[in-house]
C-alpha cells in the first residue's frame, strides 16, 4: 500500500518506519528543512531503540522516503495519516491548529478519495470537526478515520510490531477492509484490531493515559503514607501488584510522571470534561499530585541541607523523564534542577541520551552537563537521581563516595536497596521508605 505520514515526531516516524518495514511504501512529510535533511542522510533525530535498523532497512530498499510537499503526499497515498503536535493551551486543552489546518490543504489538493487518519492525540469531536472542516473546501470522497497510537516511549518499536490491540475509529465498510489490510502483519497472533465510532476512539486514548497516570499518582500518594507510618512502599506495591485485577505495571513510587502523553492527555481530558460541564474530581488530583511530587525530593534536601544551599553543590544522574528516551517534556528532573538553583545551589547533570535535547530547548538554563555519571560527583555535596537508567542501578559506591563531598544520596526513583546503600556509609533517602543515616 501506499501512505503517507505528515509529521516526523515520535509517533510519525515511528509508524513510518514499522509500516514500511512491513513491505509498504511510506511517503514521509515534514516542513522542518533541518530534520527532512538528517532523515534523507540516514540521521535519526530522535532515540528510539530498535528503530535505527528498521530506517536503515527501508530506506535502503527504497520503501521510506521523505519530502516537504503535502501536494506530493496527497497525490501518492490513499491513506494520509496525522501525526502532528497537538500541544496543550494554557487552560488544559489541545491544540488542533496544526491538524485543522493540514486537513485543510489536504481537501484542496484531492483529486480522488483519501483515507486520513488521525494519529494524533485530539480531544473527542476532533473527527468531526476535520470531516466538517474537509468536506467544505472539497466535492471529492474522503473518510476520516481515529486510530490512536498506544506506544510507550523507550519501547515504541515493539509496541507498534506487537500492539496489544489496535483502536480504530469508523462507521465505514470500505475504511474497515482498507484498516484490516493494512494493520493484518502486526496482529498475527490474534491480538484484537477493536472498532468503534469515531468518539470513542478519540475519548480511548485520553482514558487509557489517564487512568495509568492516576496509578502513579496513587501509588505516590501510597508512598507519602508509607514515609509516615513507617511502611515500604515497595513491599506494599509487590503486595497489590500480585493481584491481576490491579497488575504490576504503574505502581512504582517516585518524583511524578512526565513526557509528552501523561501531563498533556490528563489536561485536556480534564478539560474536556469541564466543557461538557463534568467535575472530573479523580483527574485534578492525579495532577495536583504529580506537581507535588515533583517537590518531594528537594523538601528532603532542604531537610538535611536546610533552605539555604548557597555555595552547595549537586549530582543530578537523569535529565530525561524515562529512561530509553531523550524526551525532556514535562520531565521532574527540569523542576527539580529549577528549584535547587532557586535555593542557590548549582546543578551538574549527565543523562545518556537527553543532554543534546537539554542543550537545544533550554540553553539559558545555568546547568553544566558532565561526560559522565561519575564526572558530576567531583566535589558535589550530594547525588540525587531522577532517572532509572540501567547504567545507573548497580554503580560504584565506593567511587561515588570519594568523589563526593558528603555521601548523601537522594534517590527519587528508589533505584537500591536501602539497608545496602546505607551499610556502604551513606546518607539515603528514597521515595516512600525510610531514610537512613549510615554516615560514621
Not at 23 to 48: F, H, T
Not at 118 to 145: H, I, Y
Not at 298 to 321: C, R, V
Not at 401 to 409: A, G, M, Q, R, T
Amino acid at each position: 500500500m501506499n501512505i503517507a505520514v505528515i509529521g516526523t515526531g515520535y509517533v510519525g516516524l515511528v509508524t513510518g518506519v514499522c509500516f514500511a518495514d512491513v513491505g509498504n511504501n511510506v511517503l514521509c512529510i515534514d516542513n522542518d528543512p533541518e530534520k527532512l535533511a538528517m532523515l534523507r542522510s540516514g540521521e535519526i533525530p530522535i532515540y528510539e531503540p530498535g528503530l535505527e535498523i528498521l530506517f536503515e532497512r527501508s530506506v535502503k530498499d527504497g520503501r521510506l522516503t521523505f519530502s516537504d510537499s503535502l501536494a506530493e503526499a496527497v497525490k501518492y497515498a490513499e491513506i494520509i495519516f496525522l501525526a502532528l503536535p497537538t500541544p496543550p493551551m494554557e487552560d488544559g486543552s489541545a491544540d488542533l491548529q496544526y491538524v485543522l489546518k493540514v486537513a485543510g490543504e489536504i481537501a484542496e489538493l484531492m483529486t480522488d478519495y483519501r483515507v486520513i487518519v488521525n494519529k494524533s492525540t485530539v480531544p473527542v469531536g476532533t473527527a468531526d470537526k476535520v470531516r466538517e472542516l474537509m468536506a467544505s473546501k472539497t466535492n471529492v470522497a474522503f473518510d476520516v478515520v481515529s486510530n490512536p497510537e498506544f506506544l510507550r516511549e523507550g519501547a515504541a518499536v515493539e509496541d507498534f510490531m506487537k500492539p496489544e490491540r489496535v483502536v480504530v475509529g469508523t462507521r465505514s465498510d470500505r475504511v474497515k477492509k482498507i484498516m484490516d489490510t493494512l494493520y493484518k502483519p502486526f496482529v498475527m497472533s490474534g491480538n484484537p484490531v477493536i472498532y468503534m465510532d469515531e468518539r470513542s476512539s478519540e475519548l480511548t486514548k485520553y482514558a487509557a493515559n489517564s487512568f495509568l497516570a492516576t496509578k502513579i499518582s496513587f501509588m505516590n500518594e501510597i508512598a507519602q503514607l508509607c514515609e509516615r507510618v513507617g511502611a515500604d512502599v515497595d513491599n506494599v506495591r509487590r503486595g497489590i501488584g500480585s493481584d491481576t485485577r490491579i497488575g504490576k505495571r504503574f505502581l512504582f513510587a517516585g518524583v511524578g510522571y512526565g513526557g509528552s502523553c501523561f501531563p498533556k492527555d490528563v489536561q485536556a481530558l480534564h478539560f474536556t470534561s469541564q466543557e461538557y460541564n463534568y467535575p472530573f474530581r479523580i483527574l485534578k488530583a492525579v495532577m495536583d499530585v504529580n506537581a507535588l511530587q515533583k517537590e518531594l525530593i528537594i523538601e528532603k534536601i532542604i531537610s538535611l541541607f536546610g533552605n539555604d544551599l548557597s555555595g552547595k553543590t549537586f549530582a543530578l544522574w537523569g535529565i530525561a523523564f524515562k529512561p530509553a528516551t531523550d524526551d525532556i517534556r514535562e520531565a521532574p528532573s527540569l523542576v527539580i534542577m529549577k528549584r535547587l538553583m532557586e535555593l542557590g545551589a548549582k546543578v551538574v547533570a549527565f543523562d545518556p541520551e537527553a543532554m543534546k535535547a537539554f542543550q537545544k530547548y533550554y540553553p539559558n538554563m545555568n546547568v553544566n552537563l558532565a561526560d559522565s555519571m561519575y564526572q558530576t560527583l567531583d566535589g558535589a555535596d550530594a547525588l540525587v537521581i531522577v532517572t532509572e537508567w540501567n547504567e545507573f542501578r548497580t554503580p560504584d559506591f565506593a567511587k561515588i563516595k570519594s568523589l563526593l563531598k558528603n555521601p548523601v544520596i537522594f534517590d527519587g526513583r528508589n533505584i537500591y536497596e536501602v539497608n545496602d546503600v546505607a551499610e556502604q556509609g551513606f546518607y539515603y533517602a528514597s521515595i516512600g521508605r525510610k531514610t537512613i543515616d549510615g554516615r560514621k
